[in-house]
């Protein structure tokens, strides 16, 4: 009996849940997001709140305005 200490590269990435366009699947609610940038909430601070990075913020807010 063989036993593997490892997972394959197609193993590995199904097993850590992203996509396929490497982004992890983060719902992060519209209006919470809102009302934190209305607060005067910066990016930075939103950012660290939601457990997120800067960037998902500034995509979040880009999809919201267009």
């Not at 997001?33 to 500034?58: F, Q, Y």
């Amino acid at each position: 009996m063989q036993i593997k200490f490892w997972k394959s590269k197609k193993e590995n990435k199904e097993w850590r849940g992203g996509n396929s366009n490497g982004r992890p699947k983060v719902t992060i609610n519209k209006s919470k997001l809102l009302h934190l940038k209305d607060a005067g909430k910066s990016n930075r601070e939103i950012a660290r709140i939601l457990r997120v990075s800067e960037a998902t913020i500034r995509r979040r807010l880009k999809d919201l305005e267009g």
